[in-house]
């Protein structure tokens, strides 16, 4: 599981690649810190090359959500895989997650 | 086909490997995200909690029933009784804020997988999963 994060002035582009999954759930957790702090942040994920997610990486992305909303910012998911984003839909976080 | 891991302890991995490894296993690549989605769930289950510290057996195993039509998935250990089934469903319209972090393992395989059945017999946790597979 690859993280890139990359700061252009106000918002974050991160770019995910591989499998989130029980043995990447707690490297990608470390890798995504960075996103958990500042005021305001502005969070576009490209999750083209997310392959795979189990509810351990659901789990994070729920943190993240969290975390990014206590700091009124925003974070959206891009291009997510139609396998990945039906766990999504089927647990309801595609309602309380911004996907486009 | 059927193995037995002892112990389990930070076998998820190689267990899941072992499954999806099975000729049984279908080609189709949807098909395959939902079973190891499935099986990650459950296997990971049984290696967190049903010993402690992860110190004890699971045999897992495929089998193919119906002329090939229907893959049914077998986990058994011989940890603490537990039915993940009964297990009452997350609420998946909850709002962000009440959402919690946690539950949501088992309730993806129910809704992926066809049939999940639990029985305890002789002393032993026995979980089957079953998918149609047929294309």
């Known amino acids: 599981m690859e993280v ?3 700061n252009t002035g106000t918002q974050t582009l991160v770019v995910l690649k591989g499998r989130l999954d029980t043995t990447t759930a707690d490297k990608f957790m470390q890798d995504i810190t960075p996103l958990m702090q500042g005021d305001n942040p ?18 994070m992305f729920l943190m993240l959500q969290k975390s990014v909303t206590s700091r009124k910012g925003n974070l959206v998911l891009k ?18 997650i911004k996907i486009v | ?10 076998k998820t991995a190689e267990i899941i490997e072992y ?5 049984d296993m279908p080609k189709d690549e949807d098909l395959r995200f939902k079973l190891r989605l499935s099986i990650e769930e459950t296997v990971e289950n049984v290696v967190q909690y049903a010993y402690k510290d992860g110190i004890g057996w699971m045999e897992v195993g495929t089998a193919l029933e ?22 009452s469903d997350p609420d998946i319209n909850l709002p ?15 809704q ?9 017999e002789d002393g032993c946790n026995i979980l089957t999963m079953k998918k149609e597979i047929s294309k």
């Open chain 2, 1 to 10: 086909m059927k193995k037995l891991f002892n112990p389990i302890k930070d």
């Open chain 2, 19 to 23: 499954l999806m490894s099975s000729p």
């Open chain 1, 42 to 59: 502005d969070i576009e994920m490209d999750c083209a090359g997310l392959e795979y997610t189990s509810s351990q990486g659901l789990r």
């Open chain 2, 66 to 87: 119906k002329n090939g039509l229907t893959l049914t998935i077998t986990l058994k250990d011989a940890g603490k009784p537990f039915n993940p089934l009964e297990k």
């Open chain 1, 4 to 6: 890139k994060i990359e």
């Open chain 2, 96 to 110: 962000l804020e009440e959402r919690e972090i946690g539950g949501l393992g088992i309730y993806l395989c129910k």
């Open chain 1, 79 to 96: 291009d997510m895989k139609p396998n990945v984003k039906e766990v999504f839909d089927i647990t309801g976080f595609s309602n309380i």
């Open chain 2, 112 to 120: 992926l997988m066809d049939e999940v059945l639990y029985r305890y």
